[in-house]
């Protein structure tokens, strides 16, 4: 099989300096840093063997580093000169040597202690830095597939990339000639080290970790199954024993989240399922290969279909295939507790998907902690949904922790400890049951009031089904944001009109009767549907988002309408667009429901009696046109995470900006102000549903500007209650009218902060 352009790109993305830098300095030490890189080299170029042999500048010869496919205990004993085998003449020509018949070669020169012989085919790169010598890079195939120019351009920019990355190490590599593994970085956590880190769901638990990282995975596994004596037999019953897995899990999950109900391992149960996939295997085992490398080599050629192919959403599918495998061949070596089994243990990793979330938590994981700084708010938004304890470090080398480790993470107190002594960890938890003795302990108010009677509407923001039940329990007036987005973006296809008509009418009927604000799909920005967007935006915040993405995709958007239409009962529906930018804007899309309410009465659907269509305020630019705007829209609510975002000009799911992110710029609180005014002018319903809705620093101010509905995550909703219980209306109007009268951020950061600290001193 010949390579593709598609997969070539991908080996070349692979091998970017940064992946290879991230790789280098999340090794032990030089030697398992080549180890991982043969690995890669050998699965991505489909090559038998693998090899890197580094250069001695002292002894002025070449050291065998690193292979897979060829003797391992070769290593460091094999040496060769300049010019001494094909290797040797890379190097010493400093050009790269491309052999079909490896034996017929000159100055071919076969090592006896490596087992080279059944490969013919070969393909070595010298690695150098300016004149520097490095090392080479070689790989090895059986007769049937000699390399090709693109193999060789491939391997070209690899060698180049580990220049750059050894060049950096030379001294350490010149320190060798005993043939011990270089010691470069290791990870060196005291017991119970306290890492600081950013609490996207609190929570407090502790358990063994398991590392998210299916490719070192596999090769874990890979290794392990080299000596199996298992037959066809075997196979079967792992398969069996997976597809039994898969469906318990698959049952789990519907009873957790029946909105994503069979969503994930679907897709993991169809892989068994394809008699292609199943056929091959045994066709390979029958000929004599092991089962699990016949497993292996069938699973490769499928993922690297997958990855090669431009779409994303086919992309992503390499992922279910390794879970496949990890399962598969786990339940083969009977090794499945340190590979897959995630129940009660914290999860590590470096980038999650959706679906990882929901795998996690359906599997019973204790917690998440993410170890890069690029934590994405659905992501986040997903892990509360979830009740799913989730911290962020940004300490990308905790993937490096061996196994059996175990974290403890405070999802209260933002931070993890690795490796706690017990006394710590019993202490946590004893000081977190106290306080929650003490939260237990406080009477559960049902309806909110200000100190001095006002009545104020507290709502929750909803993204999954299971939101509803914890809404239920914090005695919710109602939802003032339902995030339709969630069930897209953790789906493989859009929803059809009758599946979102399915889930709308579940949610309608558990609020029984109580209003429902849907808004319409906010996709874009980092909410990215994998299975349609096939580009990558320059500046996704900015680009196709939200409204725009449903008005551009008019038969998505009619489908939507039309099943939250036929939802809603007989009573009053309450439809909101995100992200509207204009008045045209708004009634484009109010003219789709219009339109989609004749068409649904004409078919003879039953229809809710009153239709309220309302807006998202989170685009600056409604600050100017909102008395217009209210000659068309039934309601407002503000969506400050976006609004602050835009105003500001701050990427808010970019840590790397966050300490301009702020909320309390006087320039984010005057325009509140007038919003908040204009919408109460002219008698239009007008509600807060960011994040500032529950932050306890505001809510002063926003009683003050006259919100009296606030949105948001259920868990928030007693503490909020108990705060506004403690508020005058008089003492927030105050605070409203002095804060937009500042000019810089620090003023109105100390007086937010006083008059918080003044209220819960009260009492
Ligand atoms: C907001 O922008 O404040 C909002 C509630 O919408 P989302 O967080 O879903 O973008
Ligand atoms: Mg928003």
Redesign the pocket.
């Known amino acids: 099989m010949s390579k593709t352009g598609g997969e070539i790109d991908r080996l070349k993305m692979l091998c970017e300096f940064s992946e290879l830098n991230w790789l280098f300095s999340n090794s032990e030490d030089i030697r398992s840093f080549l180890d991982k890189i043969v690995q890669m080299v050998s699965k991505h170029m489909h090559a038998g063997a693998a090899t890197v042999f580094l250069w001695n500048d002292n002894k002025e010869e070449l050291i065998l580093e690193a292979t897979i496919g060829l003797n391992k205990g070769a290593i460091g004993q094999v040496r060769l000169k300049p010019g001494e085998g094909l290797t040797g003449l890379a190097l010493l020509n400093k050009q790269p040597i491309l052999v079909e018949n490896a034996d017929a070669h000159p100055q071919f020169k076969r090592i006896p202690s490596i087992h080279e012989e059944k490969f013919k085919n070969f393909l070595a790169v010298p690695i150098l830095r300016g004149i520097m010598n490095i090392g080479v890079i070689s790989i090895q195939r059986e007769q049937e597939r000699p390399f090709k120019t693109e193999d060789l351009q491939a391997l070209t920019v690899i060698a180049s990339q580990l220049a750059n990355i050894l060049e950096n190490t030379r001294t350490h590599l010149m320190s060798d000639t005993d043939g011990r593994a270089y010691p470069l970085k290791s990870l060196q956590m005291k017991e119970g080290e306290r890492i600081d880190g950013k609490t996207a769901c609190t929570g407090l638990q502790s358990g063994e970790i398991f590392i998210l990282d299916r490719e070192r995975s596999l090769s874990m596994l890979s290794e392990e199954v080299i000596s199996d004596e298992d037959t066809l037999e075997d196979f079967k019953k792992a398969v069996e024993k997976t597809e039994r897995q898969l469906r318990e899990l698959q049952t789990k999950t519907e009873e957790l989240l029946d909105d994503t109900a069979s969503l994930i391992f679907t897709s993991h149960l169809l892989i068994l399922k394809d008699q292609d996939f199943i056929g091959e295997i045994h066709r390979h085992i029958q000929k004599g290969s092991k089962p699990s490398t016949a497993i292996f080599k069938v699973a490769d050629r499928y993922m690297e279909l997958f990855a090669s192919n431009p779409s994303p959403f086919v992309k992503e599918k390499v992922h279910d295939v390794e879970d496949v495998i990890l399962r598969l061949v786990g339940n083969l070596v009977k090794e499945t507790d340190a590979s897959i089994n995630m129940k009660g243990r914290i999860l590590i990793a470096r980038e999650l998907y959706p679906s990882d979330i929901l795998q996690a938590s359906s599997e019973g994981a204790a917690g998440i902690v993410l170890v890069s700084g690029g934590i994405t ?1 659905h992501i986040s ?1 997903l892990s509360q949904s979830l009740r799913l304890p989730m911290v962020i470090v940004d300490r990308p080398e905790l993937m490096n922790l061996a196994p059996h480790q175990r974290v403890i993470m405070d999802g209260h107190d933002d931070c993890i400890y690795v490796n706690p002594p017990k006394e710590l960890e019993q202490r946590l938890f004893r000081e977190r049951k106290g306080e929650d003795a003490k939260t237990g302990k406080t009477a559960v108010l049902k309806t909110t009031k200000t100190k001095d009677g006002t009545k104020i509407t507290l709502m929750a ?1 909803v993204n999954l089904i299971s939101d509803i039940d914890h809404a239920e329990k914090a005695h919710a007036e109602g939802v003032g ?1 339902y ?1 339709t987005e969630f069930p897209f973006l953790i789906r493989s296809n859009f929803p059809s009109e009758e599946e979102q008509y399915t889930l709308y009418r579940k949610i309608c009927t558990a609020m029984r009767g109580k209003p429902v604000v849907f808004r319409t799909l ?1 996709i874009g ?1 980092d909410k990215i549907l994998s299975y349609y967007q096939d580009y990558q935006e320059r500046n996704p915040f900015l680009g196709l988002r939200s409204i725009r993405f449903s008005l551009m995709h008019r038969d998505t958007f009619r489908e939507q309408i039309r099943a939250i239409l036929r939802a809603s009962g007989g009573g009053t529906l309450r439809i909101m667009f ?1 992200m509207i930018s204009s008045v045209e804007e708004f009634i484009e899309a109010k003219n789709v429901v219009i339109d989609c309410k004749k068409e649904l009465k004409k078919e003879g659907y039953p229809l809710p009696r009153i239709v309220k269509i309302g807006m ?1 305020v ?1 685009v600056p630019s409604i600050t100017e046109i909102m008395e217009d705007l209210c000659d068309y829209a039934d309601f407002f609510s ?6 602050i975002q835009y105003i500001l000009a701050v990427d808010r799911s970019n840590e790397k900006v966050a300490e301009f992110y702020l909320s309390h710029h006087p320039s984010v609180l005057r325009s509140l102000k007038r919003i908040v005014e204009t919408a109460q002018k002219r008698n239009k319903e007008i509600a807060v ?3 500032m809705a529950r932050q306890e620093l505001f809510i002063p101010f926003l009683l003050g500007i006259g919100v009296r509905v606030f949105s948001m995550g259920a868990t928030y909703i007693p503490a909020t209650r108990k705060l506004i219980s403690r508020i005058t209306l008089r003492e927030a109007r105050e605070t409203a009218t002095r804060a937009v009268q500042f000019k810089t951020c620090s003023e109105t950061e100390v007086l937010l902060t006083e008059t918080l600290n003044k209220i819960k001193s009260r009492n």
């Open positions: 708010s938004i923001n944001l995030r906010d920005g995100p998202m989170e503000i969506g400050t995470n976006d609004f549903c960011g994040e």
